[in-house]
């Protein structure tokens, strides 16, 4: 069961500029563990978006940043465009799990 | 950069046990933690745990202690995921996807396709 709680879904139009919040606990993201988040494109296993909370893998757009404060973090995603419908997650190691935990899951429209 | 190949779709009644491989291509496979994670119908991402090949021991969610085995063998470059005693709600798709190193709070770079376990009564 998720741990991390996102937005159940967000849209924009062509261009503009969309956040996804995670809010986590004192056990995940508060203690300090590194956010990363994965996105899912209907269909097709997750891929690494953003980790370490800022940092993008190499080939991701510099669309997509990412941030972290206190027991939250976001991701948002700037111009966007039709290939950024997805699902998106954001995850950290929990403390008390003894490993990762998932965000509920936040899908991304553009209208 | 790993490649993950899944082993096929399967169709299991409840009760019983199913098995799935990850076998890795590309990289070197004691360099790698691999971990599972599952994903049930319309539903989000579920970590269920993990090995470290050159290290031994498996790590389980607690939610799937007594029921999950996880294995690694070097010389098939593979990884495995058991889980016994399936129910219907088991049914999802299950993903391996691998961590670059030992660090467990590291992100999962690279991922499986995904196997589909179907369970039924």
């Known amino acids: 069961q998720s741990v991390l709680t996102q937005p159940p879904s967000v849209s924009g139009a062509p261009g503009q500029r969309v956040t996804i919040s995670c809010s986590g606990h004192?056990?995940?993201?508060?203690?300090?563990?590194?956010v990363h988040w994965y996105q899912q494109v209907p269909g097709a296993a997750p891929k690494l978006l953003i980790f370490?909370?800022?940092k993008r893998p190499s080939g991701v757009p510099d669309r997509f940043s990412g941030s972290k404060s206190g027991t939250s973090a976001s991701l948002a995603i700037t111009g966007l465009q039709a290939e950024d419908e997805a699902d998106y997650y954001c995850?950290?190691?929990?403390?008390?799990?003894?490993?990762?935990?998932f965000g509920t899951g936040t899908r991304v429209t553009v209208l | 950069q790993v490649q993950l190949v899944q082993s096929g779709a399967e169709v299991k009644k409840s009760g019983s046990s199913v098995k799935v491989s990850c076998k890795t291509s590309?990289?070197?496979?004691?360099?790698?933690?691999f971990n599972w994670v599952r994903q049930a119908p319309g539903q989000g991402l579920e970590w269920m745990g993990g090995?470290?090949?050159?290290?031994?021991?498996?790590f389980y969610a607690h939610d799937f202690q007594g029921r999950l085995t996880i294995t690694a063998d070097e010389s098939a470059s593979a990884a495995y995921m058991e889980l016994s005693n399936l129910r219907s709600d088991d049914t999802a798709v299950y993903y391996c996807?691998?961590?670059?190193?030992?660090?467990?709070?590291?992100?999962?770079?690279?991922w499986g396709q995904g196997t589909l376990v179907t369970v039924s009564s």
């Open positions: 090995i470290i090949p050159v290290f031994g021991p498996p």
């Open positions: 004192s056990s995940n993201i508060g203690a300090l563990y590194d």
């Open positions: 995850s950290a190691h929990d403390s008390l799990l003894k490993g990762y935990v």
């Open positions: 996807a691998t961590v670059d190193g030992y660090n467990r709070e590291d992100p999962l770079r690279a």
């Open positions: 370490d909370n800022t």
């Open positions: 590309g990289g070197t496979f004691n360099r790698y933690t």
